[in-house]
């Protein structure tokens, strides 16, 4: 079995007021924010992260944001810092996700100028990386996470390196009800594992948390987390509803 501490993460997306997501991390709080076997994290829309940060207080349940821009500060309107996030006692951030790639144009250098910035900020960054359907269907797979994964760490040294999440996001199985089959989720993950050998030596990859983020689901979850290399789930849907991001943890606890 592997030592590594298996996490799920939430990813709200644009949902939720204020008051919505305080509603729904006090259920979470209530339901597993005490137990230690899992690491849990929530990642409000930046609205919500002061009120959110609050009503984890005391709880294990750690508080992440969805996104960061690389400078300290300036005339970026409507960007939030590494700082600004450190400040609401943020410990994640996600960066690189599959939206902010297509919709926004983040590139993979950009990308990386966030992972490094985070990571001298003590914020622990979840790293997305995945192909789109044309990709996948091309046989791009590999290479197009190969690309993004090398060129998102970057720079990163070893010691960083073990604190970094990676999310492994089939584009097309997210929200699309499509979901990859086991095998195709573990054979991804176990070649980001060996990509992160290459990069920072086996002791440091097995350290590495890669997470699922393709439609992961209280049904797929159990097959899902078995996997060798399929270390927890980044949760978008399934996140913003009590019962079923609470199964989710549920069964990650049943998995370690």
């Known amino acids: 079995m592997s030592s590594r501490k298996k996490l799920i993460a939430g990813n709200w997306k644009m949902n939720k007021t204020s008051a919505d997501a305080v509603a729904l991390v006090t259920d979470i709080v209530a339901a597993v924010g005490r ?4 690491d849990v994290v929530v990642c409000p ?24 821009h690389p400078e300290a500060s300036g005339a970026f309107t409507g960007e939030i810092s590494a700082g600004m996030l450190r400040a609401l006692f943020a410990t ?8 902010r790639r ?19 900020n003590q914020l622990k960054p979840i790293l997305c990386v995945g192909e789109t359907l044309a990709e996948r ?3 791009s797979t590999l290479k197009v996470v ?11 040294s070893k ?8 999310a492994y996001e089939p584009v097309w199985a997210i929200g699309t009800g499509k979901v990859a089959t086991t095998e195709q989720a573990q054979e991804v993950h176990a070649f980001i594992r060996s990509l992160l050998v290459k990069l920072f030596g086996d002791v440091i990859a097995q350290k590495v948390r890669i997470l699922y983020g393709g439609s992961m689901k209280p049904s797929n979850a159990p097959e899902l987390l078995a996997q060798k290399d399929i270390d927890g789930g980044l949760i978008g849907g399934a996140a913003l509803e009590t019962r079923s991001f609470v199964d989710l943890v549920n069964a990650a606890i049943a998995a370690k």
């Open 102 to 120: 297509a919709y926004f144009g983040e590139t993979d250098a950009f990308v990386n100028k966030k992972v490094v910035v985070a990571l001298k």
């Open 159 to 166: 010691d960083d390196a073990a604190t970094v999440v990676i």
């Open 146 to 156: 190969q690309t993004q994964l090398e060129g998102g760490l970057a720079g990163v």
């Open 45 to 68: 829309p930046f609205t919500s992260l002061e009120a959110v940060g609050k009503a984890l207080e005391g709880s294990t349940v750690r508080l992440g944001a969805q996104n960061m």
């Open 92 to 99: 994640h951030v996600i960066l690189g996700h599959s939206e």
């Open 35 to 38: 137990q230690a076997d899992v």
């Open 137 to 139: 269907e091309s046989g």
